[in-house]
């Protein structure tokens, strides 16, 4: 069972940056593509950005393209997502979690969900 634990929200001023990171466990990258999904107050989960081991590029929702980078640390088994120019609508619980590899980035296809980060974006 994959087990994720993700920490380093917190709050930040708009145009700031702010790394959050996941620490996996029970967890292969080849078997699985990791990412961030984010929920702002009294909307729905999106997706953030997703990462796997077979392709070359990770992808990124077009909300956060040219903002954010996410990476994978092989030897700690940790993904992280480094977020700049931050933007008041970027507020929200940031979760990290796992798809199955060939599954779509989505939350009903979610095989594992990490607890949950809060990013505080004030203006």
């Known amino acids: 069972e994959v087990q994720l634990q993700a920490s380093g929200g917190g709050l930040v001023q708009a145009g700031g940056s702010l790394r959050i990171s996941c620490a996996a466990s029970?967890?292969?990258?080849?078997?699985?593509?990791i990412g961030w999904f984010r929920q702002a107050p009294g909307k729905g989960r999106e997706g953030v950005s997703v990462?796997?081991?077979?392709?070359?590029?990770?992808y990124y929702y077009d909300s956060v393209k040219g903002r954010f980078t996410i990476s994978f640390d092989n030897a700690k088994n940790t993904v992280y997502l480094q977020m700049n120019s931050l933007k008041p609508e970027d507020t929200a619980v940031y979760y990290c979690?796992?798809?199955?590899?060939?599954?779509?980035?989505?939350?009903?296809?979610?095989?594992?969900w990490g607890q949950g980060t809060l990013v505080t974006v004030s203006s």
């Open positions: 990462i796997s081991s077979s392709d070359s590029r990770p």
């Open positions: 029970g967890f292969t990258f080849d078997d699985y593509a």
């Open positions: 979690a796992v798809v199955p590899v060939g599954s779509y980035f989505r939350p009903e296809d979610v095989a594992s």
